[in-house]
C-alpha cells in the first residue's frame, strides 16, 4: 500500500507531467471548431492589422497629433480589455457561439463605418468619431476573441498549445496580408475602399460561424477572478504577456512613420516591412505549439529565451542610440525577424500555462474557468497593445522612435528576468519537496519493516 507521500510524490507528478495525448483523429465537431476558430482569427487580424501603413498618415493630414495616434490605436486596445474581463465572467450566461457571432457583426458594421471617416471635419470632431467607432469595435472583438479562447480550450483539452499554435498561422496570415493589403488598396483607390472590402469580410463569416461552429452548453459555476489573480504566477504570465502586445501595439502605431522619414519608403513598402515581424510569428507558432505540447517541462524556458531576444532585438531596432549604431534598413528588417519569431516563443506556451496553473490551484474544469482565463488573458493583451501605442507614441515625439523602441526592450528584459527568478525559486523548492517526501517515505519504510518481521516471529 502507497503511503500518504508516496501519493503526493504521484499528485504532484500528474499535475506537471505532460498532458494526456488524445486520439490522432479529430471528430467532426472538432474539425468544424477549428474551421471557426481559423476563421475568426484571419478575418479580425487582417481588419485589425489594415491601418498599420496608411493610417497616420491620413490622421496627420486632419492635424492629428502623434501622440493622439497612439491613444486611437491604444483606444481599442482600453476598451478590449474592460470588454474581455465582462465579457470573459459571463461567457456561460451569454453564451459562447453568440458571443462570437454577435462580435464578428458587430466588428465588420464599425470596420465599414470607419472607411467613411476621410470625409469626416478635420480636427476634434474626426478624433472624436475615431475613438468612438474604435472603441464599439474593440468590444465586438473581445467578445469574439475571448470566446474562441474558451472554445478552443474546451474542445482540444489535452494539446490547447498545439491548437494554438496553429491558429496562430491564421493570425499570423491576417498580420501579414493586412499592411500590404491595406496599403495596396489605399494607394490605388483612396481610403475608403479596404475598410469597406474587409468589413465585409467580417460579414461573410458571420453566417459561416452560424452553420459550422456547434453548440456549447455547459452550466455556470462560482469562479474567483480575484482568487486568480492573487495566483503569482499567473500575474507574472500575465506581465510576460503585456510586454508582448506592447510590443505589437507599439510598432503599429510607430513603425510607418520610422520608415518614411528614416528610410523614404512607402506606404506601400511600410506595409511589406511590416510582414518581417507577422511573417515568422506565423510560421513558427505551429511548431512552437507541438514543442510546448510535447515537452511541457521547457515551456516556461521558451517564454525565458523568447523574452531575452526579443528584449535585444528591439534595442537594435533603431537602434538605440547608447549603441552608436547608424540605423540602416537591413538591420531594421533582420531585427524585425527576430522580433517575430521571439513573440512566437514566448507567447505560444503563456495560456498554457494559465490553465496549467488555475488547475494546480483547484479552480474547476469547465467552461466558466476557460472563460475567466480567457478574459483575464485578452484583457492583459489588451492592456499592452494600449500601452505600447500610447505610451511609445509619446516617447516618439518627446524624442524619438530609437529610445521608445529602447523601453519597449527594457520591459521585455525585466519580464524575462522576473520569469528566471520565480522559476529557478520555484525548481528549487520543488527538489526541496520531493527530497523531503522521499526522506520521510524511507523513515517511514524503515519504521515499519521492525514491526512486520516481529509479527512473523
Known amino acids: 500500500m502507497a503511503t500518504n507521500a508516496d501519493q503526493l510524490t504521484a499528485d504532484h507528478v500528474d499535475r506537471s507531467g505532460p498532458p494526456e495525448t488524445p486520439g490522432p483523429k479529430m471528430t467532426r465537431q472538432q474539425i468544424l471548431t477549428l ?8 478575418s479580425s487580424m487582417i481588419c485589425y492589422s489594415i491601418l498599420g501603413p496608411f493610417f497616420p498618415l491620413e490622421a496627420e493630414k486632419k492635424g492629428v497629433s502623434q501622440a493622439i495616434i497612439g ?12 470588454g474581455s474581463l465582462i465579457l470573459g465572467k459571463y461567457i456561460v450566461q451569454i453564451g459562447a457561439k453568440f458571443m462570437i457571432i454577435a462580435g464578428l457583426f458587430v466588428s465588420g458594421g464599425c470596420t ?42 474546451k474542445v482540444f483539452p489535452h494539446n490547447i498549445a498545439t491548437i494554438l499554435g496553429f491558429m496562430e498561422i491564421f493570425t499570423g496570415i ?65 506581465f510576460v504577456v503585456f510586454t508582448l502586445s506592447s510590443g505589437i501595439g507599439f510598432l503599429d502605431a510607430t513603425l510607418s512613420l520610422f520608415a518614411m522619414e528614416k528610410f523614404s519608403l512607402s506606404t506601400g513598402s511600410v506595409g511589406l516591412l ?25 515551456r516556461r524556458w521558451m517564454m525565458v529565451v523568447g523574452g ?39 507567447c505560444i506556451p503563456t495560456f498554457t500555462e494559465m490553465l496549467l496553473c488555475a488547475r494546480e490551484n483547484d479552480f474547476e474544469e469547465g467552461l466558466s474557468t476557460l472563460g475567466l482565463v480567457s478574459g483575464l488573458f485578452s ?46 525559486n520555484e525548481e528549487i523548492r520543488n527538489r526541496r519537496t520531493q527530497k523531503t517526501t522521499r526522506t520521510e517515505s524511507a523513515i517511514s519504510i524503515e519504521e515499519k519493516s521492525p514491526l512486520l518481521s516481529n509479527a512473523n516471529h
Open 35 to 42: 474551421i471557426a476558430m481559423a476563421s475568426i482569427n484571419f
Open 71 to 82: 491613444l486611437i490605436f491604444g483606444c481599442y486596445a482600453f476598451c478590449t480589455l474592460v
Open 112 to 153: 465599414v463605418v470607419f472607411g467613411f471617416l476621410d470625409r469626416a471635419p478635420e480636427g476634434t470632431i474626426f478624433i472624436v468619431l475615431c475613438f468612438v467607432i474604435r472603441s464599439i469595435n474593440a468590444v465586438g472583438f473581445a467578445a469574439a476573441v475571448t470566446s474562441s479562447f474558451a472554445v478552443s480550450a
Open 174 to 238: 491576417g498580420l501579414i496580408l493586412g499592411p500590404p493589403f491595406g496599403g495596396w488598396m489605399y494607394q490605388s483607390f483612396g481610403y475608403e475602399i479596404p475598410f469597406i472590402v474587409l468589413g465585409c469580410l467580417l460579414f461573410l463569416t458571420v453566417p459561416l460561424n452560424m452553420w459550422i461552429l456547434p453548440n456549447f452548453d455547459a452550466v455556470a459555476t462560482p469562479v474567483s477572478f480575484f482568487r486568480l489573480c492573487s495566483q503569482v504566477k499567473i500575474m507574472l504570465i500575465c
Open 274 to 298: 511590416m510582414i518581417g515581424v507577422s511573417l515568422p510569428y506565423g510560421a513558427a507558432s505551429p511548431l512552437f505549439g507541438i514543442i510546448s505540447d510535447k515537452y511541457p517541462s521547457i
Open 308 to 346: 531575452m531576444a526579443t528584449a535585444v532585438s528591439f534595442c537594435l531596432l533603431g537602434p538605440v542610440p547608447i549603441f552608436h549604431i547608424r540605423s540602416q534598413l537591413w538591420l531594421t528588417v533582420v531585427m524585425l525577424v527576430v522580433i517575430g519569431f521571439s513573440l512566437c516563443m514566448t
Open 379 to 424: 484583457a492583459v493583451w489588451s492592456a499592452g497593445m494600449f500601452f505600447g501605442p500610447t505610451v511609445g507614441g509619446y516617447i516618439t515625439q518627446k524624442l524619438n522612435f530609437e529610445w521608445s523602441a529602447g523601453v519597449q526592450g527594457a520591459l521585455a528584459f525585466l519580464a524575462a528576468f522576473l520569469q528566471i527568478i520565480y522559476f529557478t
